[in-house]
């Protein structure tokens, strides 16, 4: 029942921004961690940014500083903003929620995914 559904993917130039959009449905965010994740070719799936039950937020080093997780808890949409992107950042984007808390983020932890989205950074 639960459906998570990505959008706002695209191809930029380095240095530019985006936004990436998760509306789900079938959950709430007071009981499920929310997370982004991307996989380039080759790669395993990694973890990019996070925000838990307790609305703490989490970043992966490479992102931090740049990315920035929110929520809309209204419109039931989780937001990735993404600035000073590099070509580095190309991958495939995936929205993903687990039920309960977290403070460690990982593949395997997490219940639901949407099909993702690309995001091409070129130089």
């Known amino acids: 029942q639960v459906q998570l559904g990505e959008s706002g993917g695209g191809s930029v130039q380095a240095g530019g921004s985006l936004r990436l959009s998760c509306a789900a449905s079938?959950?709430?965010?007071?009981?499920?961690?929310m997370g982004w994740f991307r996989q380039a070719p080759g790669k395993e799936r990694r973890f990019v940014a996070g925000?838990?039950?307790?609305?703490?937020?989490y970043y992966a080093d490479s992102v931090k500083g740049r990315f920035t997780i929110s929520t809309d808890n209204a419109k039931n949409t989780l937001y990735l903003q993404m600035n000073s992107l590099k070509p580095e950042d190309t991958a495939v984007y995936y929205c993903?929620?687990?039920?309960?808390?977290?403070?460690?983020?990982?593949?395997?932890?997490?219940?639901?995914w949407g099909e993702g989205t690309l995001v091409t950074v070129s130089s």
């Open positions: 993903a929620a687990g039920r309960g808390f977290r403070n460690t983020w990982y593949q395997r932890g997490m219940d639901y």
């Open positions: 079938g959950l709430t965010f007071s009981t499920y961690s």
């Open positions: 925000i838990s039950t307790s609305w703490r937020t």
